[in-house]
């Protein structure tokens, strides 16, 4: 095994980055990150070598956030301070979140390996090098499925190949 620092090194920003995929929050996914590591440090003997420590680290991270998420079920609160920018009106600002709301219905639709690829690529900033590695596969069947999941959302989900 690898020492520690090293790993670290070499897999943190792919940890980070499949973090914020899922946080849509920096500081959140930089805490999530530090406490994979400690995670990983406490756990090193279990580790087995079965898969790539990339994808060893993300399920860690994964879980983590799963813990995260089943203790903070509560709502953020509002910001106090006023926006820097003026806000949309109702009406604009209803369109767009509609707008979202439609996109993301509609990768929802997408086969679990689909949807989870266009979540780290579209909302996560990962490269195909690092969806193969977090995914266990390749940089060109994250490409390929990125592009085929593209192309059904494109046209709605109507030519599917299988």
């Known amino acids: 095994m690898d020492d520690m620092d090293e790993i670290y090194r070499q897999h943190a920003k792919t940890v980070y980055k499949f973090l914020l995929s899922r946080t849509h929050d920096p500081g959140l996914a930089e805490e999530l ?14 580790f087995d070598g079965g898969c790539k420590i990339s994808v060893w680290l993300c399920q860690i991270a994964k879980h983590l956030w799963y813990q995260h998420l089943r203790r903070h079920r509560r709502e953020a609160p509002m910001p106090e301070e006023a926006p820097e920018f003026p806000a949309p009106s109702a009406e604009e600002g209803l369109l767009e979140r509609e707008g979202h709301l439609a996109l993301l219905r509609q990768i929802h639709t997408l086969p679990a390996e689909s949807r989870e690829v266009v979540y ?12 193969g590695d977090v995914t266990g596969r390749t940089e060109t069947w994250a490409r390929v499925t ?16 299988k």
């Open 146 to 161: 990125f592009y085929r999941s593209k192309e059904k959302l494109r046209n709605g989900g109507i030519g599917d190949e």
């Open 120 to 131: 780290l690529r579209a909302f996560g900033g990962l490269s195909f090098r690092e969806i």
């Open 33 to 46: 990150t530090q406490e994979t590591f400690y995670q990983a440090v406490r756990s090193i003997d279990r």
